[in-house]
């Protein structure tokens, strides 16, 4: 069983940054390929981007602003977020998935309760 817990959400002007963290509970924290996604209200849940052992990937929209890492020692996923758009405005979830890189949320089996994160104009 993996607990997540996401925090560093925020109200930030466009243009601004962020940093998401996610701190899971477990021994074998290494093992597991975590992943971030959003939902804006009235949306589809969307993949963010991911991490594993075997590297990163990201979601097409957020590529080149946002920067995903781990710190194994800590039991922690970042997500930094710059260049932010009003368009980024969502609820951040965390996730992890033993193995490897998914980008399917349906491939996740732990999940955090979210952060919220707002960008205005």
């Known amino acids: 069983q993996v607990q997540l817990v996401e925090s560093g959400g925020g109200l930030v002007q466009a243009g601004g940054s962020l940093r998401l963290s996610c701190a899971a509970s477990g021994r074998t924290f290494s093992r597991y390929a975590m992943g971030w996604f959003r939902q804006a209200p009235g949306k589809e849940r969307e993949f963010v981007a991911a991490?594993?052992?075997?590297?990163?990937i990201y979601a097409s929209s957020v590529k080149g602003r946002f920067t995903i890492s781990r710190d194994n020692a800590k039991n922690t996923v970042y997500l930094q977020l710059n260049s932010l758009k009003p368009e980024d405005t969502a609820v951040y979830y965390c996730?992890?998935?033993?193995?490897?890189?998914?980008?399917?949320?349906?491939?996740?089996?732990?999940w955090g309760q979210g952060t919220q994160v707002t960008v205005s104009n």
């Open positions: 996730a992890a998935r033993p193995g490897s890189l998914r980008s399917k949320g349906t491939e996740y089996d732990y």
């Open positions: 991490i594993s052992w075997s590297g990163t």
